[in-house]
């Protein structure tokens, strides 16, 4: 039992073979897009039929402009550094769902939602690119797919720990310390660089997209504001803090004026 596991473990790290291509580095994936994609559009739809999804509205219209404004740059992008294609099997999609948590996700394969607690947040249609490009980048980096593979390897772990200690004393022991090690240690700071990669991406393709990358960091000021303190420390945290996201966004934004100005954008919104 002990080598099955070994041996499964094994394999699934060789096959997680899959290069971020705004990165260039190898990704923790072994899930293809055929077997996430299908799932993700089945819940998202699921999700859309039952919450209320405004339609018809400025704000509803700009998100999906936006949203196809950021992706339509994504794709230049890759079209431009050698992944035609890359985006075949992708389909946008950006709901403004009525809900006044501040908040906006997407799904793999491009299933995005807003809602409408965050548009105070985002103020204007370069607020709501931040977002977007985001949440945009999250797809593009199979951000999904990997949150799964990790947690599919820290349950094999935990499986061929229980299997190796017979005592059941040892046994409890072991599972509290690999539960708090394993994700303080492990989930929560794969996490935040998922956070912190696509903070990055999203600021390249939404300046390719000709929205000025300046205003990223003038939300997360704004974000914080609203946050009144009150977010936990970073490192519990599966984002990185506020004051992190800032200085980051900050330090990133001539580099994403550069990439864009490869592209013919030298204006921004």
């Known amino acids: 039992m002990k ?7 094994i394999f699934l790290g060789i096959a997680a073979c899959k290069t971020n291509p705004f990165t260039g580095k190898s990704t923790l994936n072994f899930y293809p897009n055929s077997q996430v994609f299908p799932m993700a559009f089945a819940q998202y739809d699921q999700f859309l039929n039952e919450n209320n999804v405004v339609t018809g509205t400025s704000e509803a219209e700009m998100i999906k402009r936006v949203g196809q404004r950021i992706a ?7 079209n431009a550094n050698g992944h035609p294609g890359y985006l ?9 769902v009525k809900d006044e948590t501040v908040n906006a996700w997407c799904m793999p394969g491009g299933k995005i939602v807003f809602y409408t607690g965050i548009l105070p947040i985002t103020q204007t249609e370069t607020g709501v690119a931040v977002v977007m490009g ?16 990790a947690g599919m390897l820290q349950q094999i772990g935990a499986v061929a720990g229980n299997v190796a200690i017979q005592d059941p004393q040892k046994r409890n022991t072991f599972n509290q310390a690999y539960g708090l090690g394993s994700t303080l240690g492990v989930m929560l700071p794969f996490s935040r660089s998922h ?8 600021l390249q393709i939404m300046a390719i997209a000709g929205y ?3 205003e990223a960091a003038n939300l997360w ?8 303190g009150q977010a936990p420390p970073e490192f519990l945290s599966t984002h990185p803090s506020n004051d992190t996201r800032i200085n980051n966004l900050t330090a990133w934004a001539p580099a994403a004026k550069q990439e864009a100005a490869k592209f013919g954008v030298t204006s921004f919104k």
């Open 221 to 228: 000021r704004r974000m914080k504001a609203k946050a009144g």
């Open 212 to 214: 000025n990358p300046d």
């Open 88 to 96: 075949k099997d992708y389909k946008w999609e950006y709901n403004l």
């Open 72 to 78: 339509s740059a994504s794709e230049r992008w890759l």
């Open 195 to 202: 956070e912190t990669e696509a903070d990055r991406i999203g």
């Open 134 to 149: 985001h949440e945009v980048a999250h797809a593009l980096a199979d951000h999904g797919a990997q949150r799964m593979s």
């Open 3 to 9: 080598k099955f596991i070994l041996a499964i473990a």
